[in-house]
């Protein structure tokens, strides 16, 4: 009888060992219905995490004082996205059902989110790239997986990634007439960082780099006080020059440069202008173009207004798109004294060339 119901036990506990086998295969099975499904797209996923972190290698070759302290913070961003990659790849791998379902989350996430700040942005190429690939994913890791499903879902992401960045380094198919490059003055000095960027004056012009970091603090203080702090929290001085004029008056030249936004340029200066226009006493806008500075493209600005030491003033202002920063070169001085000297504040302006 002990003999029976030990066989009885035995036979139980197989039984039940077998059901939870059976559940966990049948689980998995619903994760993908195919292990090579969930091999591929993780592997995908770690390949693209790959290549970011081997770009940020090539960060260091910036000059450490050319670096922002949104850097650090993009960096951070990168690494705890990787590792939260391969936690969830782990997982998917193991057969965790519950981090197919937050992987899934974090893909249509970054369809939906990042693809709409390429969309802003005009990047297309990225839009592309970024869109396919992941969709890819998505066909990876829902619904029946079959071997044309995993075979058109690769060629989906490697189709995607080759139009993406061919779309990225052709020329546009339309473009608008471009305004011919003002060639610099042969008479003009030229301060180069090299590396970085250079900006030419005219040679009776004294560079005051020992000012840099005061006019810097000013800046900001003056952002602060006009409620633009996170406006000017990152933004850099890096050359500064002037001269005075016959009567007293002073002649000025700033570069200024901050990390690129995702907005487009045209989109940052027009809202610049609306704020000017309600917080700078006398503010008037005299023109504003379209144009392409040093191969990049660029607006040059004319505008009035009352400055810090509330001297009413006028500036020629160009905004320059770099592939990772926003330069702008400011030339002014007070509103007697810029008819005289608008065609070299124009000349000036345009004589930027930037590498980043």
């Not at 200024?256 to 200066?269: A, C, G």
């Not at 610049?272 to 040093?294: D, L, M, P």
Request: glycine share 8%; hydrophobic share 45%.
């Amino acid at each position: 009888m002990k003999n029976e119901e030990s066989s009885e036990q035995e036979l139980g506990e197989l039984v039940e060992k077998k059901d939870k086998d059976r559940s966990k295969r049948k689980g998995y099975g619903e994760l993908s219905q195919s292990r090579a499904a969930v091999f591929t797209a993780v592997g995908i996923i770690f390949a693209l995490d790959l290549l970011v972190m081997l770009f940020l290698g090539f960060v260091g070759e910036i000059p450490k004082e050319h670096l922002f302290g949104t850097d650090f913070r993009f960096i951070l961003t990168i690494i705890i996205n990787f590792c939260l990659d391969l936690f969830l790849g782990i997982n998917l791998l193991r057969g965790k059902s519950w981090a197919r379902t937050w992987m899934l989350i974090r893909l249509v996430g970054g369809i939906i989110l990042w693809g709409g700040v390429l969309v802003i942005q005009g990047d297309f190429g990225s839009v592309i790239l970024n869109t396919g690939v992941l969709l890819a994913l998505i066909l990876l890791l829902t619904g029946v997986s079959t071997r044309l499903r995993l075979v058109g879902s690769v060629a989906l992401a490697v189709v995607a990634t080759l139009v993406g960045m061919a779309w990225t380094v052709m020329p546009p198919l339309t473009t608008l007439p471009k305004t011919p490059e003002t060639p610099i003055p042969e008479s003009f000095s030229t301060y180069t960082s090299e590396g970085f960027f250079s900006i030419s004056y005219p040679p009776d012009w004294v560079p005051v780099m020992s000012i840099i970091e005061e006019l810097e603090k000013e800046i900001k203080l003056y952002g602060k006080s006009l409620g633009l702090e996170s406006q000017v929290r990152e933004m850099q001085v890096v050359f500064s020059a002037g001269k005075k004029t016959e009567d007293g008056g002073t002649l000025y030249l700033t570069v200024l440069v901050q990390p690129r936004d995702f907005w487009p340029l045209d989109t940052m200066v027009e809202a610049a202008n609306e704020w000017a226009k309600e917080n700078i006493e006398q503010y008037v806008e005299y023109s504003r173009v379209s144009t392409t500075i040093g191969g990049k493209k660029a607006i040059i600005q004319t505008y009035q207004g009352y400055d810090v030491d509330h001297v009413l003033s006028r500036y020629t202002i160009s905004y320059v798109v770099g592939e990772e920063f926003i330069w702008t070169v400011v030339c002014g001085s007070d509103s007697q004294n810029f008819d005289a000297y608008a065609d070299t504040f124009d000349d000036i302006v345009r004589s930027l060339r930037v590498e980043y």
